[in-house]
């Protein structure tokens, strides 16, 4: 039975960047408060959450104040730290969703392709390489080109380099953070690239309806619902994330990345360990957003329904230009006065060239298509300008 | 030209109770903060809010201080002081919408109908009653029995006693506040009760689709949306209501309750200056929410598309049994499973019979109509027990 107090429970989140900001903005709704640990002054998260506890991610006596301030603890960042995690868990008893130990499994690419791949989950084929020799072997084993990845500290595509039999494999390996935190997958002909937001609960999964991601320079810029493809497509998309899920350990939301095949099969690319930004067209799109699905997942309450509520385009704004602390302004009038049109800004104190600053996410009003939807995102997004 | 900076706007809001929490849970997504006043520590809206300035409501200094940290300022309640407001928009340059000498209208019955008499809008035949002579000539007007009223300081049906020939007069004048503070309005036979939620904007107006209202014991229990009644009756509804803001000053929701009598026929009954409870429905149900269409109007901003996203049904959850300061627990889990339906806890700190204590909202998942949405969300609304 779950029941609600006065004052309600309380969720520390660890991180208090635009996913935790889109956290408290779910959970105040359920009367659930959130408290956020960044280092950060003033970070995105602070003006919706209750508090911030301002100190690093790795900060043990930090997130020992966090623990026992809430009732359930959870993480918006895979820098999270995994050790302090697991012993404040033990420490003080509070619950923490998902459980700190998945981190390894997203921190390490190749502990976490061997451990879906002995799970039957397909993933692109891969090989671990100590050496430059390694790297050679590998890619007679899975063709050239292929791509050399970072075992650990990739993000946005950093840490990926395509490699052939001409590359320096030696200087390509040191590239990617040398011996010991390298791996070679093969390279992926995919026709589009998918995602799907699974959800972990107490008693069960659910799953959203399959997006389909644009991403440019390795950013995604769009998703779109539902994904332009069959329907066998994104049947098979959604079971194999589910069959992500039993890799995974503890309650939440995941946000699965998947590679759809030219013969319509599906492998996996990359887990988040949280709310992810190709979920957040669920805010407006679905009938329960990803936001509030990982907060009842974290709390062990009932899911909620994930079905579409109508096609919807999400498109994020990116920062362009320079660095500025101060100066960023853009004009939004376009997308304020566009019906359907939705604005979610995250009072970040600094643009930088493509941060994810906000997002817009336009939902039907009449009878548009996805591609209309897709379309009217993209001009909207395009019409803003920073100073 | 709308611009967005980085901190962006901050939004002062004197009242801090679930309208100032719901108010702050739409403002955040827009990268607007919100500061609350509010006398009560820890109120509703003081975890989404960025800050809480605990002060009563008349409390110049701290409304002074309100401003200072603000941009724009408005007020969730008719107990905003008006002249602290006047005089210090005037001493700050922080401009207050809607415009406080709006609330000299809504503060005084009789001072409202007279201005919307003249303005042409409907309302019921009323007069002033200042004796118990007068109420004997207004009976004999306006035909018995009709409903004597306090010009002042009523609420949710409070200071409100139907009178006919036979009442003490003398005894009905002095219980609802006696001279000067009295009115007879015509008892009003009414079909249906409606309300329309509408904007005024910097530029031009907007409203809601109208829903329909189901009060017992003077108290708003459930809103359905489109109302249950003729096309011609909603849009009679909906110019009325747009003829409501001409008589109103300042920007910004106002919530205008009306009847719609046997013959098609609107009056206006009460107007909120602010976003209000019947509106509720419009965070799931409508393409924007009334908090949302608040924040942009009282900063200028362009208004957000106010078309429905389908059927809706919202019930309130008001508190049963006792007085209560920490036990109140309510076991939500058919609320939280039930497809379509999206959980409002308030976060009060304590409950009392008949308090606000949430509010749930149904949307249509498959083809329910409004009535089954009705019929479900009572139901959710009953499964919930209070400790």
Chains 1, 2 share one sequence.
Not at 263 to 276: F, K, L
Not at 337 to 347: D, I, K, R, S
């Amino acid at each position: 039975m779950t029941t609600l107090s006065t004052p309600g429970p309380t969720l520390g989140v660890v991180g208090g960047g635009q996913l935790g900001r889109m956290l408290a903005e779910a959970a105040s709704p359920l009367g659930v408060d959130v408290l956020v640990l960044d280092p950060t002054t003033d970070c995105p998260a602070a003006p919706p959450a209750r508090d911030q506890i301002v100190a690093e991610f790795d900060d043990t006596d930090a997130i020992r104040d966090l623990a026992e301030r809430a009732d359930y603890l959870t993480f918006e960042i895979e820098l999270a730290d995994q050790d302090a995690l697991e012993r404040i868990e033990r420490d003080t008893g509070v619950p923490c969703h998902p459980k700190p130990a998945t981190l390894d499994l997203i921190h390490d690419k190749l502990v976490q392709k061997r451990a879906l791949a002995d799970a039957g989950v397909p993933v692109p084929d891969f090989r671990e390489v100590e050496s430059p020799g390694d790297v050679a072997d590998a890619l007679d084993d899975l063709g050239a080109p292929a791509m050399l990845k970072a075992r650990t500290g990739g993000y946005d595509g950093r840490g990926n380099i395509p490699v052939d039999e001409d590359t320096d494999h030696a200087a390509a390996l040191a590239e990617v953070g040398g011996e010991g935190n390298a791996m070679v997958e093969s390279f992926v002909d995919y026709e589009r690239e998918l995602s799907v937001i699974a959800v972990q609960g107490d008693d069960g999964t659910a799953a959203f309806p399959v997006g389909e991601n644009v991403h440019r320079e390795q950013i995604l810029r769009e998703t779109v619902v539902p994904a332009r493809t069959s329907d066998d497509v994104r049947d098979r998309a959604r079971d194999v994330a589910l069959d992500v899920l039993d890799v995974l350990d503890g309650r939440g939301v995941y946000g699965i990345e998947l590679f759809e095949h030219a013969d319509g099969s599906i492998s996996v690319n990359e887990i988040a360990p949280r709310p992810h930004n190709s979920g957040h067209w669920t805010i407006e799109g679905a009938h329960s957003s990803q936001f509030e699905q990982h907060v009842r997942a974290v709390l062990g309450w009932p899911l909620a329904a994930t079905g579409l509520r109508g096609p919807t385009a999400m498109a994020n704004l990116l920062g362009d230009g320079t660095d500025s602390r101060d100066a960023a302004i853009a004009d939004v009038d376009a997308i304020l006065e566009a019906p359907g049109a939705n604005l979610h800004w995250y009072g970040k104190r600094e643009t930088r060239p493509l941060r994810k600053m906000g997002h817009v996410t336009c939902v039907q009003t009449a009878d548009e298509s996805v591609g209309d939807l897709l379309a009217g995102a993209r001009t909207l997004r395009d019409s803003i300008a920073f100073d």
